[in-house]
């Protein structure tokens, strides 16, 4: 039996898991191109940010930037972050949160079926009144991984 | 750029991801001699779960096997599923659930680091009000590795 | 096949479901001696009403008697409003309500198959976050059904 | 009063609740010809569902088996397991699941002021958040009983 | 420092704040006017009403009333309740709830950073699951400021 | 009937809300002295965050900023972001974070009536599955303001 201390992190170790953007394997382009429901949440996400740039403030714009920093890569691979903020938004059954990182980690090339897997914890976490969002889900996975 | 095609997981592909049980590196004694808040957690857990199989509810049987199911080796690690129920169990503010995870968590050989990242997820997903559990999320990580 | 109208209410049909108070096969104070949890449950609750109604809060008396109107006979039985006050409360998470309407439902006279059936409708409706409650909500259940 | 006894029971009671499949008085044809809003819901349920079916996922057909199994005749009827999912769906304000349980209520021969007391108890367990959905839900409800 | 006497409220003082209607500096019909949004959300919210106020459910109708009578002036503005109901709106992410109250405190001449600001407070109480909601909102607040 | 543009804040005007720490009336070691809830609320937070901050989290602490930043005063007075806060909590049906709110605006000299009517608004719009946390939240209120 491995010794607790092993899974502690030190500061010093700490330091080694700078944050740093992911890498894409593909663009938000590519996926409007590939998804018209890709298309649409981004075409629409993008027109009503615009908006709220525009009111200039400046909570919104912190809030804006630490959810930005929260999915970089670190001690945990950003894809499974991603991952993380999948199941988290589906719990709280919010579509436009589910599309949005699903799209974020199909970019970062998870797979279908570990998508599949992120959701059916959610599933299983969030009950039967998660299914009306995870058929939503699926039908934006089935024009991605086609 | 990648083609898509390669993030799809075939049935043929799929079948190699057999359910099997996650490796622990550590047993729930271990933990409870630890930690006291996951040893209370853990001994009011087992005493209830006692008369709850005590009932024999059909249903109930059913549904903790599939609970159980989720969180196996998969397409996603068994550890990754755990920092997602955790992640889950975080913005629906369930301390028995977060515990419950943690732990399991912990005793596949999440790091702390690995803890502490996936409830900044669930902070920044489900807000201020998740900062109570956080708090008490803190104090277990705090006894489970030190 | 029948024909839909029959399952239509009219005005004047409705006025025969005069809202009238249910029949409690048992007293509170019944409860009380039985079970340890409902004792404890009820005397906080009825130790923290006092003091709400010494506020005398012109609107929370107004809710609190709309909240009782709500579960009188009606033209559903009150026994089965009860359970559904259980089943919303088990999938919103609320212990004291959960064990207000387990109470309530117990002293008109639910049989224990009963109760546990509709906790299996929030079990699946909520999901894995329910059970932490399901769990509780047993333990005043073995106590009242013994 | 009566003996506490007489409510619990028995494994021997319990064999007699066997699960059996409720007796529909409307086939969900009749019931989308008669309401387009019902249509429309159970012509996008059927389209999202081929593609959660295609995608053949063990555990997301283990749920969906679960919940069917849910709803069936047992030690309540199952119209009133409906109802139970109605509130439950409402409060957790989920139009999709609304109409679903609405429907399979109506579908079991539920009448209106049924259907309006389980929403009663929603609304006020719920608070008027539950109001936009509980004013989609009579719009349905209209159709249905017109 | 201040003795914590002067904080409280006697029944006499409390007489003094009677339940008023607000004053509002803008019809509904100005509103429908100037915001497309606002003009489909109270149009469709007027529709529906027509149907719940046909079905004359005597809870419906008590729970409407109370909910009226919630922001009233009293012992707080009644522009500042419109704001708390806008905050409890947007972490409870309905976004019927939310066009609601921000159309309501903007006929009482809400200023728009005074709206930003109560978003804020349920953007950081209820983390990123309320940004898809406060885009919504600040599409409405773009309109009905300009 | 007002012009709409008065209503309006440009980025001039915006400039005069610099954000500044509330004024406090109480110290937290008065109301300690006065409540034993809020005594108890008060250390066992500290004595968490302590846990907390010694993890040195680089997100948690971005988070507890933009908290703190967001009840500053501002366009809207820092005692009304409080109730919007205490509103937000109490639907929300976080104990801890009602306790915080309600503590933070008795600190600054917000009435008793005035919590009663945010707690109100919360009542309203979360429904009788708030009525737990109101009681407790009324038994503080009562500590508060003898």
């Known amino acids: 039996m491995a010794t607790t201390t092993s899974l502690n992190t030190t500061t010093a170790e700490r330091a080694t898991h700078e944050r740093k953007e992911p890498t894409y394997l593909f663009t938000e382009k590519h996926v409007a191109e590939k998804s018209e429901i890709a298309r649409r949440f981004i075409e629409t996400r993008s027109r009503l940010n615009t908006n709220v ?5 400046y909570l919104v ?3 804006y930037n630490i959810d930005h920093n929260t999915y970089l890569e670190g001690a945990l691979p950003a894809k499974m972050k991603e991952l993380m903020g ?11 949160c589910v599309f949005y990182h699903a799209i974020q980690a ?6 279908r079926a570990e998508q599949e897997e992120a959701i059916n914890v959610a599933l299983v976490v969030g009950g039967s009144i998660v299914i ?3 058929r939503r889900a699926y039908e934006l996975l089935e024009e991605l991984y086609r």
Chains 1, 2, 3, 4, 5, 6 share one sequence.
């Open 106 to 111: 199909y970019r970062m090339g998870v797979t």
């Open 53 to 57: 740039d525009k009111s200039d403030n």
């Open 61 to 63: 714009k912190r809030f």
């Open 132 to 134: 009306p969002h995870l």
């Open 86 to 96: 999948l199941a988290a938004s589906t719990v709280l059954r919010c579509d436009d």
